[in-house]
């Protein structure tokens, strides 16, 4: 069972920035694919970012509606995964969440991620 608990959230201008973190349990973090995903009000689920475990050479992945503007990391020493966004838009407001892929599916469909986390609210205010 791995648990998974975002944070960072909250209100911000347009153009503003802000990190998530996604704190994860588990000995074997270094192994996990780690993803963020959003929901807005009224709309599934949607792609943002993963990052592949080490061993395939912690390779990032990006929709491209945030290419260029956020930047997704991983400390293995803290168990933990940063979503560092930049340049925000009030179209990036959702509920950013945290999953696991334990299997390394290299895949950008939610159904791929075992975990999940409760999620965090992001408002960008135009």
């Known amino acids: 069972q791995v648990q998974l608990v975002e944070s960072g959230g909250g209100l911000v201008q347009a153009g503003g920035s802000l990190r998530l973190s996604c704190a994860a349990s588990?000995?074997?973090?270094?192994?996990?694919?780690m993803g963020w995903f959003r929901q807005a009000p009224g709309k599934e689920r949607e792609f943002v970012a993963f990052i592949t475990a080490t061993w395939s050479g912690a390779t990032t992945y990006y929709a491209d509606s945030v290419k260029g503007r956020f930047t997704l990391s991983r400390d293995n020493a803290n168990n933990t995964v940063y979503l560092q966004m930049n340049s925000l838009k009030p179209e990036d407001t959702a509920v950013y969440y945290c999953?696991?892929?334990?299997?390394?599916?290299?895949?950008?469909?939610?159904?791929?991620?075992?975990?999940w986390g409760q999620g965090t609210q992001v408002t960008v205010s135009s």
């Open positions: 999953a696991a892929d334990l299997r390394g599916r290299y895949s950008v469909a939610a159904s791929s991620y075992d975990y």
């Open positions: 588990g000995r074997t973090f270094s192994s996990y694919f």
